[in-house]
């Protein structure tokens, strides 16, 4: 097992990077039964659970880091909090921002703080733990502000450049590694990776990606399975919270996700 991507040994994993797919589906299988339980017990609790959980597994993250990096980075109880966040702002208890000007405000900060890592990040930073915290609380602001409606990080993010690398994201992941790993691998393709292969290897990558995304499967899934999720109304407003099923409760949280 490897704690990082560009380790001797992870440079030969082709298809290293679905790793986070398994914590994933190991966070929706058992999240929706934190749900339950939380509901029977009662709704406001929801919140106090969850917190405590992201905090729980943050500080066991941190202290993980410096006992066993790989079982940090790829076990599901060190990484839960980084999912737990997203979660967090998906409760029906959290209330949008009250006006533009917050809204603006917060996701601004949260663009800021998001790009703080891209420089002060590198390959001495111990990772998870407390420095996964910040790209996460960043992402969440950028969510919880769009809450609200409109505002001018959200105009950005909603730009046709933008909304392409969105559109093709989930590919562009599927393929951006063994892009990567076969110009590293021995005796695939001798070419070293240094800075001036990034922009030929980015260059495939979102080519490849947009050619997968074209495909018949991408698209049957987006515009069936995705589109269908945004046009209908998931959890009617005018429903009263008590009256909600817990399975309901948890599929909004996870599509929100």
């Known amino acids: 097992m490897v704690n990082d991507y560009f380790s001797p040994l992870a440079n030969s994993i082709t298809l290293l990077h679905l790793w986070s797919l398994g ?105 998870p733990g407390l420095a996964a915290l910040l790209p996460c609380l960043s992402s969440a602001m950028i969510v919880w502000a769009g809450e609200y409606g409109t505002n001018a990080v959200s105009r950005f993010l909603a730009t046709g450049p933008v909304t392409y690398i969105g559109r093709i994201s989930y590919s562009l992941y599927l393929v951006h590694w063994p892009l990567i790993g076969c110009n590293i691998r021995p005796g695939v393709v001798e070419l070293p990776l240094h800075r001036a292969t990034v922009p030929i290897q980015a260059f495939s990558a979102i080519a490849t990606a947009d050619i997968q995304s074209r495909g018949i499967l991408d698209r049957f899934d987006y515009f069936l399975v995705w589109m269908d999720h945004r046009k209908r109304r998931i959890w009617p407003r005018s429903r009263p919270e008590g009256k909600q099923g817990p399975g309901l409760f948890s599929l909004r949280l996870q599509i929100s996700l």
Do not use: H, W
Not at 45 to 53: P, W
Not at 59 to 66: E, K, L, R, W, Y
């Open 23 to 127: 914590i994933e589906e190991q966070f929706y299988i058992l999240f929706p039964l934190l749900i339950m339980l939380c509901r029977r017990i009662r709704m406001r609790a929801t919140i106090l659970v969850i917190g405590t959980l992201c905090i729980l597994s943050l500080a066991a993250s941190q202290v993980m880091v410096g006992v066993n990096p790989s079982g940090a980075f790829y076990l599901l109880p060190f990484r839960a909090f980084e999912l737990l966040v997203g979660c967090l702002i998906a409760l029906p208890n959290v209330k949008p921002p009250r006006n533009v000007a917050v809204a603006t405000v917060t996701a601004s900060v949260g663009v800021g703080a998001l790009v703080v890592p891209l420089f002060a990040f590198d390959a001495e930073t111990s990772f």
